[in-house]
């Protein structure tokens, strides 16, 4: 029976792993896929806190530079967070789009194509080593922003009260 238990427990979980990052736990709701989403180009997706923490990470001339829109980079970080890549991903993609002069749509499509980020950051020119560990300072700074982040309520124009 217990091992019934935990085995239900880790099949439910299974399905939740880059939504969990998106907000303070494991929010399962109506609009949860249940794995990665498709998103279609164009569309608004809701943005969460962590879409807003990550878009915080870099300024505006990183973001145009990568090929991101400055103009509301947090729906474009919902939409990676939403077709499934985790924070720490996208922020070892950006640094390497950053220092090599890509664009990070491209390197997220070499991603999702199965090449790893070794693969990426060598194809790149890039030492992974250390776009590693500069992504690990700027995720304790994404978390730092979050604690802030997930106490202000974001309002798209039909969520206004």
Avoid: H
Avoid at 34 to 45: D, I, N
Avoid at 100 to 109: F, I, S, T, Y
Avoid at 133 to 142: H, K
């Amino acid at each position: 029976m217990r091992r019934s238990l935990i085995l239900a427990a880790l099949l439910l979980g299974a399905g939740a792993s880059a939504r969990a990052q998106m907000e303070p736990g494991l929010g399962v709701g109506p609009n949860y896929p249940f794995g990665p989403a498709a998103v279609k180009p164009g569309t608004e997706v809701e943005l969460t806190p962590m879409a807003v923490a990550l878009s915080l990470a870099f300024d505006a001339t990183t973001w145009y530079a990568v090929g991101v829109s400055t103009e509301a980079p947090a729906q474009d970080m919902a939409k990676l967070l939403l077709k499934g890549c985790y924070r720490l991903e996208i922020l070892q993609l950006t640094l390497m789009a950053q220092r090599a002069g890509r664009k990070l749509p491209d390197l997220v499509e070499k991603r999702n194509q199965g090449d790893t980020l070794r693969k990426i950051a060598t194809d790149l020119s890039t030492d992974y080593d250390r776009v590693y560990e500069d992504s690990e300072v700027l995720a304790r700074a994404v978390d730092r922003s979050l604690e802030t982040v997930s106490r202000i309520r974001v309002f798209t124009d039909e969520k206004k009260p």
